[in-house]
């Protein structure tokens, strides 16, 4: 028994699963719109979704991570001291060899593909384009030859905002409708644009690193300073999608509630105005997190309270 733990803590760590919450908003808020705008919910298709999302995040996790390993963008982040590193050190420290790695990594991504099989099965063709834009921008994230996530365009926050909002709001929604509805689109923005923050303000741990390893993001293709103000830019962003939804009938009036979340970052924006440290730039990834499971769940909250009072 202790060693079958000792296996899922690993496992757990292995796969980052610390970012799960995210795909759970996505999947959650599709399903709730499906809800509240259909009269529509089959369990089994939520849970199939559910674990086929949840799955693919974790091989997209991991995968990159692979090739992060392999391209020395990782080890590089450990051997200074200006950086910090964000992998799980599962193949940097040896803790897992790198085949038990990738049969690992492996075995998520066909989870994923036998949920999205069976989802095609009972819901329908919407399903494919979703599954295959998705399997491509997860694949080729980081891997040869495209590397996207290096080109340091805007390449890497465009397809977060497309695999942490589009695809599975819109995935969640069409499983249980066999249709997609417009209002989607607005309705994915915040939690796109939230993972993007995140994932935006976790490349100022390593952006040197990551140059000398190649590794263009945009923090290294702007600068650490202008890319910093970008940042603030992008929480501006995630707000003014939250009025969108509310202005397009996506979400309820008292989803602006959800606003308030933005406090706390924009207080330590405040506070980084002069001198950055690495441990600023820490908590600042950590309260974009924060934020973004505050945010999220005060839109489920709204989007089900909705489906509820709609009833009465």
């Known amino acids: 028994m202790s060693t079958?733990?000792?296996?899922?803590?690993?496992?757990?760590?292995?796969?980052?699963?610390?970012?799960?919450?995210?795909?759970?908003?996505?999947?959650?808020?599709?399903?709730?719109?499906?809800?509240?705008?259909?009269?529509?919910?089959?369990?089994?298709?939520?849970?199939?979704?559910?674990?086929?999302?949840?799955?693919?995040?974790?091989?997209?996790?991991?995968?990159?991570?692979?090739?992060?390993?392999?391209?020395?963008?990782?080890k590089a982040a450990y051997e200074r001291e200006d950086t910090a590193s964000t992998d799980s050190g599962f193949l940097t420290k040896k803790i897992w060899s790198l085949p038990v790695y990738l049969i690992v990594t492996l075995m998520m991504g066909g989870l994923a593909c036998l949920c999205g099989f069976i989802l095609l099965l009972t819901s329908g063709w919407g399903v494919v384009p979703l599954c295959v834009i998705g399997g491509f921008l997860a694949f080729f994230y980081v891997a040869p030859p495209v590397k996207f996530g290096y080109w340091g365009r805007g390449t890497s926050e465009l397809a977060h905002v497309i695999c942490f909002g589009l695809l599975p709001v819109m995935g969640a929604y069409y499983v249980q409708t066999s249709h997609f509805d417009w209002r989607l689109l607005p309705l994915s923005l915040p939690i796109g644009l939230l993972t993007t923050l995140v994932f935006f303000n976790h490349h100022f741990l390593h952006w040197q690193s990551d140059e000398l390893a190649g590794k263009r993001t945009l923090v290294v293709s702007l600068g650490a300073k202008r890319s910093f103000r970008l940042s603030p830019v992008l929480l501006l962003l995630v707000c003014l999608s939250v009025v969108a939804c509310v202005l397009t009938g996506a979400l309820p009036i008292y989803a602006l509630l959800a606003l308030l979340t933005a406090w706390p970052l924009i207080r330590m924006y405040r506070t980084m105005r002069g001198e950055r440290s690495l441990q600023q730039h820490r908590s600042l990834m950590a309260m974009s997190m924060t934020m973004t499971v505050r945010c999220g769940t005060i839109l489920i909250v709204a989007l089900a309270a909705q489906g509820v009072l709609s009833r009465f």
């Open 4 to 74: 079958l733990f000792l296996r899922l803590q690993q496992f757990i760590q292995a796969s980052r699963m610390l970012f799960l919450p995210i795909m759970l908003i996505c999947v959650a808020l599709g399903t709730l719109a499906a809800y509240v705008w259909n009269d529509t919910f089959h369990p089994l298709l939520f849970l199939l979704t559910l674990v086929g999302s949840c799955a693919a995040h974790l091989f997209s996790t991991m995968f990159n991570d692979f090739w992060d390993y392999l391209s020395g963008a990782d």
